[in-house]
């Protein structure tokens, strides 16, 4: 990771982007912060050196009386914007979990406390969540002060698709959603656009993605009074749209408020032609049955729960996501079919819903640390 700031004054990249810059471009126009994921190649997925870079330059943000507010943007293969971030490294995660390589657990370690970092910012944080936004890249986005989505905004919590689950805050953010939304999303991975996105709570506001360019540049052009006049502003820029709906939010609620994994799809599979629920059945099916049933239980602890009591809860769910049972890890299995040997058919165990043992599930909620020897031990609120 290369630790250099990269200046520019374009409404393109900044300077320096290119095959050999740095994961993450940092910059200071004005009084306002400027961050691009500059990994396009790899949608922006976040490395170890991306979080680290992440949390040195917010800290470091924050302690600068001349940084009033900060902004946090995505790249593609042809400039900025069009993807933001579609969540870790999940090559790397598969590679280090497979050879117990001890940066496994620095990466969630040390990304938990960035997401933690930012949900606590003293300053307006503001997130332009073009494109994908998934994972990881909700886990730096979530905690922003204004969280901005597109038309092409496609966001989702996959991780059951790939034997983990909804981490990086995903128990907080997701159990405050309406209804049983948070369940929903959870449990099936199902990716939702920018007018659900703002109906689901996970964002704030819509702004067309061809006027990014502009407001980002103006943003360092122009003199603010402090942070919430920099927030204000961009908040002007935002479309006015009327509050709808989440998309079959009654279906949603009737079927993923029930009370255990097993209900839910037999209620579904049972809905006979309904083609949502069938589909949605199907879904449920191609899962980690054991991942659902961790998953939805993380959902309903997290609804009770302060940020870093969630997140303390995920750092032990994700220790044992690949050590609690040895050689029979679903996240390295979901990984290597998904994204290693690209078969796209996982060996799930067990292989069916109906026979999740409820001991194996209460087992990813036990903490392998003591309270005071926690890895997140220091975060508060």
Same mark, same amino acid.
């Given at each position: 990771?290369?630790?250099?700031?990269?200046?520019?004054?374009?409404?393109?990249?900044?300077?320096?982007? =290119?095959?050999?810059?740095?994961?993450?471009?940092?910059?200071?126009?004005?009084?306002?912060?400027? !961050? +691009?994921?500059?990994?396009?190649?790899?949608?922006?997925? @976040?490395? @170890? =050196?991306?979080?680290?870079?992440?949390?040195?330059?917010?800290?470091?943000?924050?302690?600068?009386?001349?940084? /009033?507010?900060?902004?946090?943007?995505?790249?593609?293969?042809?400039?900025?914007?069009?993807?933001?971030?579609?969540?870790?490294?999940?090559?790397?995660?598969? %590679?280090?979990?497979?050879? #117990?390589?001890?940066?496994?657990?620095?990466?969630? +370690?040390?990304? *938990?406390?960035?997401?933690?970092?930012?949900?606590? *910012?003293?300053?307006?944080?503001?997130?332009?969540?073009?494109?994908?936004?998934?994972?990881? #890249?909700? =886990?730096?986005?979530?905690?922003?002060?204004?969280?901005?989505?597109?038309?092409?905004?496609?966001?989702?919590?996959?991780?059951?698709? !790939?034997?983990?689950?909804?981490?990086?805050?995903?128990?907080?953010?997701?159990?405050?959603?309406?209804?049983?939304?948070?369940?929903?999303?959870?449990?099936?991975?199902?990716?939702? =656009?920018?007018?659900?996105?703002?109906?689901?709570? /996970?964002?704030?506001?819509?702004?067309?993605?061809?006027?990014?360019?502009?407001?980002?540049?103006?943003?360092?052009?122009?003199?603010?009074?402090?942070?919430?006049?920099?927030?204000?502003?961009?908040?002007?820029?935002?479309?006015?749209?009327?509050?709808?709906?989440?998309?079959?939010?009654?279906?949603?609620?009737? *079927?993923?408020?029930?009370?255990?994994?097993?209900? !839910?799809?037999?209620?579904?599979?049972?809905? #006979?032609?309904?083609?949502?629920?069938?589909?949605?059945?199907?879904?449920? %099916?191609?899962?980690?049955?054991?991942?659902?049933?961790?998953?939805?239980?993380?959902?309903?602890?997290?609804?009770?729960?302060? /940020?870093?009591?969630?997140?303390?809860?995920? %750092?032990?769910?994700? %220790?044992?996501?690949? *050590?609690?049972?040895?050689?029979?890890?679903?996240? @390295?299995?979901?990984?290597?079919?998904?994204?290693?040997?690209?078969?796209?058919?996982?060996?799930?165990?067990?292989?069916?819903?109906?026979?999740?043992?409820?001991?194996?599930?209460?087992?990813?909620?036990?903490?392998?640390?003591?309270?005071?020897?926690?890895? @997140?031990?220091?975060?508060?609120?």
């Amino acid at each position: 990771m290369n630790d250099k700031t990269d200046t520019g004054t374009n409404t393109g990249m900044p300077a320096g982007v =290119g095959a050999t810059a740095p994961e993450v471009v940092t910059e200071v126009r004005g009084g306002v912060g400027f !961050i +691009t994921l500059n990994r396009p190649k790899a949608l922006n997925a @976040l490395s @170890l =050196g991306m979080v680290r870079e992440l949390t040195r330059t917010l800290l470091a943000w924050q302690q600068d009386p001349q940084v /009033l507010a900060v902004a946090i943007r995505g790249s593609n293969k042809e400039g900025a914007f069009g993807a933001f971030c579609a969540g870790g490294d999940i090559r790397f995660l598969h %590679r280090a979990g497979s050879e #117990g390589n001890p940066q496994l657990e620095d990466f969630f +370690t040390e990304e *938990y406390a960035l997401n933690h970092l930012i949900h606590q *910012y003293r300053k307006p944080y503001i997130a332009f969540m073009d494109g994908i936004v998934m994972g990881g #890249g909700m =886990g730096i986005s979530q905690g922003a002060s204004l969280r901005i989505v597109t038309e092409r905004t496609k966001m989702a919590m996959p991780e059951t698709a !790939i034997g983990l689950f909804p981490d990086v805050g995903g128990g907080y953010f997701l159990s405050r959603c309406p209804g049983a939304v948070g369940e929903w999303l959870a449990l099936t991975g199902n990716t939702i =656009g920018a007018a659900d996105a703002v109906a689901a709570r /996970l964002a704030d506001g819509t702004m067309a993605s061809a006027d990014q360019p502009a407001v980002w540049e103006a943003l360092g052009t122009q003199s603010f009074a402090d942070g919430a006049a920099v927030q204000q502003w961009v908040e002007s820029k935002l479309i006015a749209e009327d509050a709808g709906g989440i998309s079959a939010q009654a279906k949603i609620d009737q *079927y993923f408020g029930l009370s255990d994994v097993p209900a !839910i799809v037999a209620a579904l599979e049972a809905a #006979g032609d309904d083609e949502w629920c069938q589909a949605t059945a199907a879904t449920l %099916r191609h899962r980690s049955p054991l991942m659902l049933f961790v998953v939805l239980e993380q959902i309903r602890r997290a609804r009770t729960m302060n /940020l870093a009591d969630d997140l303390r809860m995920e %750092r032990d769910m994700v %220790r044992h996501c690949f *050590y609690l049972r040895p050689g029979q890890s679903e996240t @390295l299995e979901g990984i290597r079919a998904l994204a290693v040997d690209k078969d796209h058919a996982p060996r799930w165990n067990p292989s069916r819903i109906e026979d999740v043992s409820p001991a194996v599930v209460q087992a990813f909620f036990q903490s392998p640390w003591p309270a005071q020897a926690h890895p @997140l031990a220091a975060l508060s609120g």
